[in-house]
């Protein structure tokens, strides 16, 4: 039965030392994959080293490492008394107004503005379609001139939800057809501090504010769209139009993306007093207390005590419990919106009157 296996001869085991031992070679793997990984291991280690080492031993920017060294203005008026005063028919102060939701603020605005007494027109510009005529009502009663504009469309996918209309921000640069020489653009969610009429004497065609971020990026070079200056070109306005589908950048946030590559290389950059964006006190809350005496214009890009939920209209009679809600969320600015509130308080003190006559549209 056995008999085809009588000349079998089994092959003899192979010492652990001989090269064509399989467990030799599947040994030599294992070797050069600990040597791989403790060799990736020995470079990951280096170089976090190197990088918190460098962390440590560089130096902070600048605003990062704030001191208030420097206590004189940010305006000379001895050399600004040399330069003619603007003619007030000639600039104007711009707001615009694309939802109801923000119809309490561009009234707030509206009154620090009348407090700071600026001599700029006051112009609110706003959606027809998309604003209910309380909403104007409400805004318009401090004192803003309304001023109905096309909406201009986002030419790419991907803006925030919250930023698809801000195209039309565009149409700023067609007031020269109405006779302005210079523009100062301020978002509705800000507050102004004090005069800022110097702005108009500027012989610069665009100036803004840096941005900045709480994130890693911090003060960056590119501007905030949320305050501008600008003198008025309506073939600027149609040359920007045709590019904004053409150019080449990030569409999440919209025309301040746009026109910080349209102005990048030339836009002049204005001092933070001049749009004093909350992330600063966020970041660098050394720096937000130096801006306190020579700030024009703050700005409420990370707390908006008049909204509530997602951009979602306050009542009026709810607006300062509201504000109680927001400064909870967000301790970090209580201060600045207990401001706001008193700022609110004053509008519904002076304007309480329009404002019953708006509600009963």
Known sequence: MFSRYREYIPLPNLPDGDQGSPHNKLKNAHDK?????????????????????????????????????????????????????????????????????????????????????????????????????????????????????????PPYRGVHRHFLDQYSKLNLWTLDQEGYKSVLYVDADALVRRNFDEVFRLPWTFAAVPDVYTTSAGYVSSFNAGVMYLRPDSALFHDMVAKIATARYPAEQAEQSFLNHYFGAEALRLPYAYNANLAIKKRTPALWKGLQDEMRIMHFTMAKPFLQGDYAEVPMDQLEKNAEKVAKKKPDFKEEIAEWVEAWKETRRTYGAKFLQCNAL
């Open 33 to 153: 994959r600990r040597k791989v990984v403790a060799g990736l291991v020995a470079f990951s280690l280096f170089v976090n080293l190197y990088y918190l080492y460098s962390w440590y031993t560089t130096w902070p920017l600048p605003l990062d490492n704030y001191q208030a060294l420097n206590t004189h203005p940010i305006v000379d008026n001895a050399a600004l008394s040399l330069i003619p005063e603007a003619n007030p028919r000639d600039h104007a102060v711009v707001t615009g107004l694309y939802t109801d939701a923000f119809a309490t603020a561009v009234a707030t605005l509206g009154h620090t503005l009348n407090v700071a007494n600026s001599s700029a027109h006051r112009i609110l510009y706003y959606l027809p379609e998309k604003i209910s005529p309380r909403a104007l009502c409400i805004a318009t009663a401090s004192g803003w001139d309304a001023r109905p504009i096309e909406r201009i469309a």
